[in-house]
């Protein structure tokens, strides 16, 4: 087997829950985009201390959907945690998101998408797909590495993204392409998302050669960018072990205008986020009765 067959893929899309009219804690807009920076904020999509954040009940509806229409387990209790990190994208130091650990999981675990590879199905395994807050949007004067200064806007932070964690079951960057493509149109056809709005889908792409460590890709805008950015890392990373040069497991920026991926950091541990229940939100009891209701509000979906 070639070293471009020997290829894994897991990837983790954040999909904006853009249909939805407030963000995922806070009255604050979710349409966002074009207004002036740092206008559509409140207090707790700020962070201020004392403020108190209330989870959006269509966010957690989206969420319920989403799973469904993966094959997913919904879990009938679920948290949500803080993940600390001290970051100009995020004011309060932590960013409130779910959290899989003893006891504690996930809004929905496991499940499966199809996808058509050409005249061949393959099913692509679903890890888990949880609710998270968007950061700040920031923005660098040309590639991040060069920019003499970094802009924050907040507008965007706190709106409610559906994070969905694939297994490391993609096998090309074609496939990374047509999985998403495929996801697209199953979070438009629920009415989670608009598409075609700039940034509605990011995803981070793990990529791994012949059993070597991983990399993270992180923040690739569109799909278009996701085939590319992990045809050049699979390339990168063939051409280093053809060197005889060691691999390491780190996180890498797409760089857009270079067309290249650059080293951001050596990946940093779980243990660093020191995530702990969010102690401001009690935790959510998801019946069987409201996920039957759900279901029966949900549309047709494209398989069927
Ligand atoms: P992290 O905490 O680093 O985000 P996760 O276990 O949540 O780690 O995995 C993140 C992503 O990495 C998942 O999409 C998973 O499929 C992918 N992944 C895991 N192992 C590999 C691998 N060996 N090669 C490529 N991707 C992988
Ligand atoms: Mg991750
Ligand atoms: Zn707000």
């Not at 797909?129 to 907040?154: C, F, M, N, R, W």
């Amino acid at each position: 087997m070639s070293l471009e067959e020997n290829v894994l893929i897991g990837l983790e899309v954040h999909c904006q829950l853009t249909n939805l009219k407030t963000k995922l804690f806070c009255g604050c807009s979710s349409d966002y985009r074009g207004k002036e920076p740092n206008s559509n904020v409140c207090v707790i999509c700020l962070g201020h201390p004392g403020s108190l954040p209330k989870p959006n009940r269509g966010a957690v509806e989206y969420a319920i959907m989403t799973g469904l229409a993966l094959n997913s387990t919904i879990n009938s209790k679920t948290s949500f945690y803080r993940k600390n990190y001290f970051y100009v994208d995020m004011s309060k130091n932590f960013q409130i998101s779910m959290y899989e650990t003893n006891g504690s999981a996930a809004i929905c675990t496991g499940g499966y998408l199809d996808i058509n590879v050409g005249a061949k199905k393959k099913r692509v395994r679903i890890t888990r797909i949880q609710l998270e807050e968007d950061p700040a949007k920031l923005v660098h004067i040309g590639p991040i590495d060069l920019s003499p200064y970094t802009l924050v806007d907040y507008n965007r932070a706190g709106m409610a993204l559906l994070e969905v964690v694939t297994e490391p079951d993609l096998a090309s960057p074609r496939e990374a392409r047509i999985f998403l493509q495929k996801l697209r149109s199953i979070l438009e056809h629920i009415g989670a998302l608009d598409g075609g709005l700039e940034g509605a889908m990011r995803c981070d792409a793990n990529v791994s050669v012949e059993g070597r460590a991983r990399v993270e890709i992180k923040n690739i805008s569109s799909f278009k960018e996701v085939e590319r950015a992990l045809s050049y890392e699979i390339s990168r990373q063939i051409s280093q072990i053809k060197k005889g040069e060691r691999v390491v497991r780190e996180t890498r920026h797409w760089d857009e205008i270079r067309k290249v991926t650059i080293s951001l950091r050596e990946k940093e541990e779980e243990y660093d986020y020191r995530y702990f229940p969010e102690p401001d939100i009690v935790p959510l009891h998801i019946t069987p009765e409201y996920v039957k209701e759900i279901r029966s509000r949900m549309p047709e979906l494209p398989d069927a």
